[in-house]
T-cell receptor, first 114, second 114 residues
Framework: GESVGLHLPTLSVQEGDNSIINCAYSNSASDYFIWYKQESGKGPQFIIDIRSNMDKRQGQRVTVLLNKTVKHLSLQIAATQPGDSAVYFCAENAGGTSYGKLTFGQGTILTVHP | DTAVSQTPKYLVTQMGNDKSIKCEQNLGHDTMYWYKQDSKKFLKIMFSYNNKELIINETVPNRFSPKSPDKAHLNLHINSLELGDSAVYFC?????????????FGEGSRLTVL
């Protein structure tokens, strides 16, 4: 499969379970933190973002948590479905005059078993 | 209708050749990007254009030359292709360059240099 040899962090869950994907970021000055989902053979797709002045933001079946003290970001997916299987990337928005420049993390492979 | 479309989807060529990848977005966005994804799935920004003006150039070799004839199009021309240029190249767009980091990605163009 596509993931062979990639050596990315992996998370395997059963359908219906909750999933938590973690990310450590590096730039304390980042203004926005974003999660993207990339399915096999497709481009990254925006899931949810959170501004640096927030700790938590909820979307449909997803919640993003931001801990600025330890520079940690997490994505929680409720009632995970097989269609959630993908590579998940966190990204930082540098802000300032570089709002359009995203710095991506390494990615986590999520596999959902029926 | 595809929001961000890039052509070709696959490109196989010999070292030393010159090739181009084209990108078009029909979202009415002002800002377009080129990102490179390597074999380890690492995504890195190469260029960004806002309303046809270059705003981000991430120390990419000058063999890579982007061109934006209008704000709906951003093409990438690569001269003297090298083995290390093999990657998936993603075009993306956003409403402005001052946003949160929500980018709309194309499906990618997989370049293989032999």
């Amino acid at each position: 499969g596509e993931s062979v040899g990639l050596h990315l962090p992996t998370l395997s869950v059963q359908e219906g379970d909750n999933s938590i994907i973690n990310c450590a970021y590096s730039n304390s000055a980042s203004d926005y933190f974003i999660w993207y989902k990339q399915e096999s053979g497709k481009g990254p797709q925006f899931i949810i973002d959170i501004r640096s002045n927030m700790d938590k933001r909820q979307g449909q079946r997803v919640t993003v948590l931001l801990n600025k003290t330890v520079k940690h970001l997490s994505l929680q997916i409720a009632a995970t479905q097989p269609g959630d299987s993908a590579v998940y990337f966190c990204a930082e928005n540098a802000g300032g005059t570089s709002y359009g420049k995203l710095t991506f993390g390494q990615g986590t492979i999520l596999t959902v078993h029926p | 209708d595809t929001a961000v479309s890039q052509t070709p989807k696959y490109l196989v060529t010999q070292m030393g050749n010159d090739k181009s990848i084209k990108c078009e977005q029909n979202l009415g966005h002002d800002t377009m990007y080129w990102y490179k994804q390597d074999s380890k799935k690492f995504l890195k920004i190469m260029f960004s254009y806002n309303n046809k003006e270059l705003i981000i150039n991430e120390t990419v070799p000058n063999r890579f030359s982007p061109k934006s004839p209008d704000k709906a199009h951003l093409n990438l021309h690569i001269n003297s292709l090298e083995l290390g240029d093999s990657a998936v190249y993603f075009c993306a767009s956003s409403q402005t360059h001052l946003g949160t980091g929500e980018l709309f990605f194309g499906e990618g163009s997989r370049l293989t240099v032999l």
